[in-house]
């Protein structure tokens, strides 16, 4: 099990997952905090993002089985994920973003990750199986193990990434105190 197109394979997409596993821990924190959504409007969110992923999950899975094509749907899926993700990640400098506006930016997020993610899957189990039919649980097993790996990294590392922020909720608000406030945020002190 331990070959390089099944540890190379596993180690890769849990590093393109990142961006999920980031919308999993992160979305609602990240949406209340730097946009002043509700706890609700965060959720709300969130649940448009699992449930476009899940119906393009199926829909691509069902798909990719039926044509027995795996590579072009991850490609595509890939370059629309990282097109989408460089979108969404650019909304940080628009705090203005309503609502809706980002329904659409991490739908089509969550469907171009399932069009990677759906066939990938597809093709991992049959590299596996091309190697040792028997051993299909293992090698879905050594992928677990490299993408709880790949998470904790990850998760360990953002604080080094991301040190801090200055809430949008400060840029938006208008009047004479959104500056105060947004020099508060960032940890400036009020005198000169």
């Known amino acids: 099990m331990l070959h390089l197109d099944i540890i190379g394979s596993a180690f890769a997409i849990a590093v393109f997952l990142i961006i999920y596993y ?16 509700s706890l609700a409007e965060a959720n709300g969110l969130g649940n448009w993002f699992w449930a476009f992923d899940a119906l393009a999950l199926i829909v691509v899975g069902i798909v990719s089985d039926l044509t027995k094509v795996r590579k072009p749907f991850m490609i595509f899926g890939a370059i629309g994920s990282v097109v989408m993700t460089i979108v969404f990640a650019d909304r940080v400098h628009h705090p203005e973003t309503s609502y809706y506006t980002f329904v659409w930016i991490i739908s089509i997020m969550a469907v171009f990750l399932a069009i990677a993610y759906a066939p990938w899957m597809a093709s ?25 790996i790949v998470v904790a990294v990850s998760i360990a590392a953002i604080p080094f990434v991301i040190s801090s922020m200055t809430t949008a909720r400060a840029v938006r608000r208008s009047g004479a105190g959104a500056e105060h406030e947004i020099r508060t945020a960032a940890g400036h002190s009020q005198s000169h």
């Open 124 to 148: 991992f189990t049959e590299t596996v199986e091309r190697r040792t039919p028997a051993l299909t649980a293992t090698g879905l097993a050594v992928w677990g193990w490299i993408v709880r």
């Open 22 to 37: 980031t919308a999993v821990g992160f979305f609602t924190i990240y949406f209340t905090t730097l946009f002043g959504y």
